[in-house]
Nanobody, 124 residues
Framework: QVQLVESGGGLVQAGGSLRLSCAAS????????MGWFRQAPGKEREFVAA????????YYADSVKGRFTISRDNAKITVYLHMNSLNPEDTAVYYC?????????????????WGQGTQVTVSS
């Protein structure tokens, strides 16, 4: 079993930055692919970014490419999402997810464990 806990969300003005963290416990995540998803009110959960177990490969949704950066610290069993140049369209609950499968995916079903989410609100 894996437990994921997100933190770092909050209210920020457009153009600002936030760093989300996802701390894991219960089992080592050093061999897990990690992902970030988000869900805005009335919308489906959508892929944001993913990172391979080694951190050598990263993947981004087109909507965040160049603004967001995903990284991981396997020693701390933590994954980060650095978000810059935020705009109101980035407002959502952000979820961390993990998968023991090899590779990466932007599909929710590919991931085995999910955190409870952290709210990010960007004001205009």
């Amino acid at each position: 079993q894996v437990q994921l806990v997100e933190s770092g969300g909050g209210l920020v003005q457009a153009g600002g930055s936030l760093r989300l963290s996802c701390a894991a416990s219960g089992r080592t995540l050093s061999s897990y692919t990690m992902g970030w998803f988000r869900q805005a009110p009335g919308k489906e959960r959508e892929f944001v970014a993913a990172i391979s177990w080694s951190g050598g490969s990263t993947y981004y949704a087109d909507s965040v490419k160049g603004r967001f950066t995903i990284s991981r610290d396997n020693a701390k069993i933590t994954v980060y999402l650095h978000m810059n140049s935020l705009n109101p369209e980035d407002t959502a609950v952000y979820y961390c997810a993990s998968s023991s499968r090899i590779g990466a995916s932007n599909r929710t079903y590919w991931y085995d464990y999910w955190g409870q989410g952290t709210q990010v609100t960007v004001s205009s």
